[in-house]
């Protein structure tokens, strides 16, 4: 399987695509704005305490306050409050945990009223991204998350993946880590420690206690409901949790995002170092590996299936439904029952691809074609577990009921990816009546007369549908030429696909658009 990353990078934030095997299997959005990425820990405030609930409403500066269960507080949440207690006081010195007496665990039927009250300072870590209405959802139990391993202050357990299978790689890991890991911290080895020596762990171990020494620091001064310390960036995210060998190639399109992309796989893997490479082609960078394609195709409540099948995709606040329809794929009698069992396969492998792609969460309930065999039920639900494995959220699959329906329940941490693929003619913006197109021309050019004359924009470029710039460019005294000796200066003008025929756009030398 051949990974790729493909980065748009922009002034507003990064979209992230991941393609396997040339197909868009995730797409993430990041923005420069948002605050309050899963991994962030915050300087909480207890607003309200709900023992109806046994919950509490924390205030980290969100617009409405986040959810802490009590279940969430973490065994060893009274070591935590000691530890701020103490450190904002000014009474403890260490900035590891060597020094702290801590506390016996918390009961884990007891009531959030035992533990906390309103007032109170508490470090929170966010758990669930604000979702449509909600706020965040939080955790008092902190981790910090490395390449190799995840730090876990006020715990003593070496926990090791389940999915490294060898007894023999497990006890060596065990041991290293035994060896470097501080007082009261705990340690979580990751899958992608297997085969690492001893140097690579310590690294990536130091790396996450500089960053609880950071957090110590900042600890006494920072203010109620503030940040304390932030998760690294989206992209380097992804690139900590799922860089391996597999991957061929990392493209970007931004000069600032491939040298910090570039210098984050140097550290964290320097034999794939050389697979980020800087998009300089003058298409978009998404249009140019064909993943704008996709997005259009892969979004929207009908998705069509390359044998005529297709989905539809129907979409509630806490429940997905998704239809499986055979379309023009017929069959005779005596195929009909494997014609619907290739075709159940088929839509199977898409809605994998499509609740990564959406990062759809919460219950997810599917209506295959029905089936009279159990043997074919039993092949169609051990296919799909298999397709969802490569799914990094965690998910649980039923087998399908006596409705032949089969229910999926995935983890949700962040807003769905929705984006919407029907578009408002740019031309007749919804009305059905356009402007005549033997007109287009002089529109164009009284719009250059306004930005070039009247605002004096230098370097311009005008951006067509790909028949208008064949136009614009086409003879030798072009219409482009004309535009040099008008306005005298040269003006750019490129094709985009995407365009209706008679749309056009202005952008300025920065890559941005001239708004009209």
Known sequence: M?????????????????LQDKQLVELHKEQTTNNYTVGDIYLGKIKKIMPGLNAAFVDVGYEKDAFLHYLDLGPQVQSLLKLTKQVRSGGYQSKLLDQLKL????????????????????????????????????????????????????SEVISISKKIKSNTERQRLRKIVESIKPKHF?????TVSEGKGVTEMQKDLLDLIAKWETLITKLPSVEPSKKILGEIDRTSTILRDILNSDFQSIYVNDNGMYEEVKSYVHEISPDLENIVRLHKHRDPIFEHYGIEKQIKGAFGKTVNLAGGAYLVIEHTEALHVIDVNS??????????????????????????????????GGIVVIDFIDMHKPLNRK?????????????RAKHTILPPSKFGLVQITRQRVRPEMNIVTSEVCPTCHGTGAIRPSILLLDDIENNFNYILLEQNEKDITLCVHPYIEAYIKKGLYTRQMKWYFKYKQWIKVKSNPAYQITEFRFFSSKDEEIKL
Do not use: C, W
């Open 2 to 18: 051949i990974k790729e990353l493909i980065i748009d990078s922009s002034p507003s934030g990064a979209t992230i695509a991941l």
């Open 103 to 154: 506390e016996a665990d918390i009961n884990k039927g007891g009531k959030i009223s035992e533990v906390l009250t309103k007032g109170q300072l508490l470090p929170v870590q966010i758990a669930k991204e604000p979702i449509s209405t909600k706020g965040p959802r939080l955790s008092a139990d902190l981790s910090i998350a490395g390449r190799y391993v995840v730090l876990v202050p006020f």
């Open 186 to 190: 705990g340690v979580i080895i990751r």
């Open 327 to 360: 379309g023009n794929r017929t069959a005779n009698k005596e195929n009909q029952e494997e014609n619907a069992l290739q075709v159940n396969k088929e839509a199977a492998r898409e809605i994998a691809r499509q609740l990564r792609l959406r990062d759809m």
């Open 379 to 391: 092949e169609l639900f051990d296919y799909l577990r298999a397709e969802m494995a490569h799914d």
